[in-house]
């Protein structure tokens, strides 16, 4: 059965600091992984999709990374800002399936 | 700008009242999703549609719940009767498949539900 985990569960940084999310899952065989960021009582934002066959995807200040061996992925934000704070998921979908299964998520806090 | 939208945003209910969550996909999406997010759980794939067929709902308790599409504009997410252990935020979310596999998903702003 395939489980995401992310770490850490919270984080809290100043503004204008580089951070990594952490995501890692335990099945291997995966079709794609996708990043969200969710603000409090609003829906997912999708920020960045990573099929199984790229090793990372960029948009704007944000790296998305996936080791498919190692079961691993890594959302990279750069020069975060107060307006980054959310709360952060991954979520991977099962080769040959469209099942996205989530990680219970980071919730960041950028402080000025 | 297309995106996802859910009514009601928020309900809250007596239990054992039906509850019905609309959600309109984006156009020219082919797979549709319900998902519902509690603080315990997390975010659960209830059920999933690609061209209006039910592909799965497993997720979904099959005794109060129901889901469908009546056509590529609407879906609908159905508890009869309600609980409180119903209450929580219920997502849909669009995408597109084709023969080259799923792209990305786009979630609506959720439906809140409280069943008293």
């Known amino acids: 059965k395939q489980e995401v985990t992310q770490i850490p569960a919270a984080l809290s940084v100043p503004e204008g600091e580089n951070l990594v999310l952490n995501c890692s899952f335990t099945?291997?065989?995966?079709?794609?992984l996708q990043w969200f960021r969710q603000d409090p009582g609003k829906g997912l934002t999708s920020l960045l999709l990573i099929q199984s066959s790229q090793r990372e995807q960029t948009s704007g200040r944000l790296n998305a990374s996936l080791d498919k061996s190692s079961g691993r992925s890594t959302l990279y934000i750069a020069a975060s800002q107060p307006g980054d704070s959310a709360t952060y998921l991954c979520a991977v979908r099962a080769g040959g399936y469209n099942k996205l299964i989530f990680g219970a998520g980071t919730r960041l806090a950028v402080h000025p | 700008d297309a995106r996802v939208t859910q009514t009601p945003r928020d309900k809250v209910t007596e239990m054992g009242q039906e509850v019905t969550m609309r959600c309109q996909p984006i156009l020219g999406h082919n797979t549709v999703f319900w998902y519902r997010q509690t603080m315990m759980q997390g975010l659960e794939l209830l059920a999933y549609f690609r061209n209006r067929a039910p592909l799965d709902d497993s997720g979904m308790p099959k005794d109060r719940f129901s889901a469908e599409m009546p056509d590529a504009t609407l879906a609908t997410l159905k508890i009869q009767p309600s609980e409180p252990r119903d209450s929580a935020v219920y997502f849909c979310?669009?995408?597109?498949?084709?023969?080259?596999?799923?792209?990305?998903?786009?979630f609506g702003p959720g439906t809140r539900l409280t069943v008293l």
């Open positions: 979310a669009s995408g597109s498949y084709s023969g080259r596999g799923y792209n990305e998903q786009f």
């Open positions: 099945d291997s065989a995966i079709y794609n």
